[in-house]
């Protein structure tokens, strides 16, 4: 959406620094988060038995939870917190199988990624990066649901976030990473990669997507950044109906209209009917 890129970047607008509390959708994704990358973190952690995991877990969750959680330990949260932790305790625990099971040697968490590329510089942090003895590497987008939406997401080669985690990370080592989601309330794991996971089906996309992924990245940029250097902004908001000018190029990404709880510059763009 380069009207919410063009607000947030450029223009540099920023919603209220007043105490917003988080809604349970967040909460509960960051805490989960915060959870597996301190586990990660500990030495030798990722070759721990499942058993280990868990006694880690039942020691350090209230104490995770009071720092950063704080909201669920309020009079009538009781329910959500025990549901939490149920929850949550079983989904880190599939997990972390699901890593062993693989034949991981290190498991990075929050592993910053940085590199020049043809859309200027690009840098962020993988939730999990996942090293193997034969040198190979996956990276993991952890998300706290939305199997049906990641599932789609890398059958229709649309993993932006992840295409862009493989890119510099293919920079730096040389070659593609296998790339993947766990839903963290769903203890699901998605991936491409045949036979990564024992037990996990791969979700049905060709061989190199990612690479063909980035490619696209590359040409929507492109397509992109001309409109912007000639003053047209689009808006891309549900509702508005398409023009030749926001038909993208055939090698390009599909225009994705992203939802609205995302975007805090809504009323900017204008309403009625006019």
Same mark, same amino acid.
């Given at each position: 959406?380069?009207?919410?890129?063009?607000?947030?970047?450029?223009?540099?607008?920023?919603?209220?620094?007043?105490?917003?509390?988080?809604?349970?959708?967040?909460?509960?994704?960051?805490?989960?988060?915060?959870?597996?990358?301190?586990?990660?973190?500990?030495?030798?952690?990722?070759?721990?038995?499942?058993?280990?995991?868990?006694?880690?877990?039942?020691?350090?969750?209230?104490?995770?939870?009071?720092?950063?959680?704080?909201?669920?330990?309020?009079?009538?949260?009781?329910?959500?917190?025990?549901?939490?932790?149920?929850?949550?305790?079983?989904? #880190?625990?599939?997990?972390?199988?699901?890593? #062993?099971?693989?034949?991981?040697?290190?498991?990075?968490?929050?592993?910053?990624?940085?590199?020049?590329?043809?859309?200027?510089?690009?840098?962020?942090?993988?939730?999990?990066?996942?090293?193997?003895?034969?040198?190979?590497?996956?990276? $993991?987008?952890?998300?706290?649901?939305?199997?049906?939406?990641?599932?789609?997401? #890398?059958?229709?080669?649309?993993?932006?976030?992840?295409?862009?985690?493989?890119?510099?990370?293919?920079?730096?080592?040389?070659?593609?990473?296998?790339?993947?989601?766990? %839903?963290?309330?769903?203890?699901?794991? %998605?991936?491409?990669?045949?036979?990564?996971?024992? *037990?996990?089906?791969?979700?049905?996309?060709?061989?190199?997507?990612?690479?063909?992924?980035?490619?696209? $990245?590359?040409?929507?940029?492109?397509?992109?950044?001309?409109? $912007?250097?000639?003053?047209?902004?689009? #808006?891309? &908001?549900?509702?508005?109906?398409?023009?030749?000018?926001?038909?993208?190029?055939?090698?390009?990404?599909?225009?994705?209209? &992203?939802?609205?709880?995302?975007?805090?510059?809504?009323?900017?763009?204008?309403? *009625?009917?006019?």
């Amino acid at each position: 959406n380069p009207f919410h890129w063009v607000l947030r970047y450029p223009a540099a607008l920023r919603t209220s620094a007043l105490l917003d509390l988080p809604d349970d959708f967040r909460l509960l994704g960051n805490l989960a988060h915060r959870a597996v990358e301190q586990l990660y973190s500990q030495n030798g952690s990722s070759l721990w038995p499942i058993a280990q995991v868990l006694v880690w877990f039942d020691a350090n969750v209230d104490r995770i939870v009071a720092e950063e959680g704080a909201v669920l330990l309020m009079p009538g949260r009781r329910a959500d917190l025990v549901g939490f932790r149920l929850r949550f305790r079983d989904s #880190l625990a599939r997990l972390h199988g699901h890593l #062993l099971a693989s034949g991981v040697v290190a498991v990075m968490p929050e592993l910053a990624v940085a590199g020049d590329t043809p859309l200027g510089r690009l840098q962020g942090s993988c939730d999990l990066m996942l090293a193997y003895a034969s040198r190979r590497h996956a990276v $993991i987008d952890m998300k706290w649901s939305g199997t049906k939406k990641y599932r789609e997401k #890398l059958a229709s080669q649309t993993h932006v976030q992840l295409g862009i985690y493989g890119k510099l990370q293919q920079m730096a080592v040389g070659s593609w990473p296998a790339v993947g989601y766990y %839903l963290l309330r769903e203890a699901e794991m %998605l991936t491409t990669a045949p036979g990564l996971f024992p *037990g996990v089906r791969a979700v049905d996309a060709p061989e190199g997507s990612t690479e063909q992924l980035w490619q696209r $990245i590359e040409a929507t940029w492109a397509w992109r950044q001309q409109q $912007i250097a000639g003053g047209s902004i689009e #808006l891309v &908001l549900d509702g508005l109906e398409a023009t030749p000018e926001s038909t993208p190029p055939a090698d390009a990404l599909l225009v994705e209209t &992203l939802s609205a709880r995302y975007n805090p510059f809504g009323n900017l763009a204008g309403w *009625g009917a006019e």
